[in-house]
């Protein structure tokens, strides 16, 4: 069975550009969480999907949003690029939402230059 | 969710055990404990979570004190492998979010 996959693994943008990251959940779970990490910190939470509709959402300017498709898979996008916006962005899937154990991606490496 | 601490770092020697603290002094009843690692440049991987009783899975024991306010992460014999960020994170298991902290990053030396 393949695990959480996350693409790109690393990309790079300018200020003010647009960026969309994607992430496939592990078979048959439902629940998508996205998760940002600045280097040298724990990840922060920004989304929670279930069955296409949003279950939580971090402290996270507009300019970030998120959606699930009907396959589970899920898009998290962000406007507007600032440097600060520069870290790791990861997905973890579960079969429901507040499960046991989340499986994280490896994520993707964004820098905003 | 209640906030927790952990020591930023520690060592251990390979082969011996390593015992992880942390502490959740205002830890409601219905919040579990939850461990989380994560190896360099890799995504958290789930090690274990409890309530309020021992745990012991294949990779390692959770201690909670009686009181609920700490609680010991424990690698029973630490490989090189097991060198990485853990997390304590204390969360409802309704909760959509785990609330991570600066972890401790545990080294484990030959």
């Known amino acids: 069975d393949a695990g959480v996959t996350q693409s790109p693994t690393h990309l790079i943008k300018t200020r003010g550009q647009q960026v969309t990251l994607r992430c496939s959940p592990i078979s048959g779970h439902k629940s998508v969480s996205w998760y940002q990490q600045v280097l040298g910190q724990g990840p922060q939470f920004i989304f929670q999907y279930y069955e296409k509709e949003e279950r939580g959402r971090g402290n996270f300017p507009d300019r970030f949003s998120a959606r699930q498709f009907p396959n589970y898979s899920s898009e998290l996008n962000v406007n507007a690029l600032l440097l600060g916006d520069s870290a790791l962005y990861l997905c973890?899937?579960?079969?429901?939402?507040?499960?046991?154990?989340?499986?994280f991606g490896s994520g993707t490496r964004l820098t905003v230059v | 969710d209640a906030k927790t601490t952990q020591p930023p770092s520690m060592d251990c020697a390979e082969g011996r055990a390593a015992n992880l603290p942390c502490n959740h002094s205002?830890?409601?009843?219905?919040?579990?404990v939850y461990w989380y690692r994560q190896i360099h440049s890799q995504g958290p991987q789930y090690i274990i979570h409890g309530l309020k009783n021992n745990e012991t899975n294949e990779m390692a024991s959770l201690i909670i004190t009686e009181d609920r306010k700490s609680s010991t992460l424990i690698l029973p014999h630490a490989t090189l492998r097991d060198t990485a960020v853990y997390y304590c994170i204390v969360k409802e298991t309704s909760g959509s979010r785990l609330t991570f902290g600066e972890g401790t990053q545990l080294t484990v030396n030959p």
């Open positions: 973890a899937s579960s079969d429901r939402v507040g499960d046991y154990g989340y499986t």
């Open positions: 205002t830890i409601s009843g219905n919040e579990y």
